[in-house]
């Protein structure tokens, strides 16, 4: 089999996907009874996430702090902050930070219409949050 040129930086070989150095970053192998490519997790024994939690956590008063516990050995999450009714993007700044009591001094900010998206980590840790306005809920999709 010839090398076949999947984008500028990956080549498919017979036995994998290399990198320019040809160094095997995920080995291929296809099932011989369906013909279906079979994808193994990444060798440093990280599996893909699983385990999707939905959350909405309801921020009705303005500069107070909720929070929400993420589930045990949470490896990505999204945060959305939505209007009341979860129709339209909140209209302020969300605040988070992994501390109770910093969301209004030491925080990360999600600007108005946008959302935070974290992945690679293995945490059971609590998000808390505040908006300057309240009437929000935060939405948090997570994996585990």
Known sequence: MSNARIDDNFKGTSTGITDDASQTIQPLRVNPTTNRLIVNTV???LAFPSNPS???VPLSLASTEYSQKLPASTVRYKIYAMDWNLRYPHTDTLQYCFTSGESAGTFLAIPAG???DISG???SGTLFF???TGSAKIV???WA
């Open 43 to 45: 060798s440093d024994g």
């Open 54 to 56: 939905i959350f909405n």
């Open 114 to 116: 946008n959302y935070d």
């Open 121 to 123: 980590i293995n945490s």
């Open 130 to 132: 505040q908006s300057a």
């Open 140 to 142: 948090i999709f997570s």
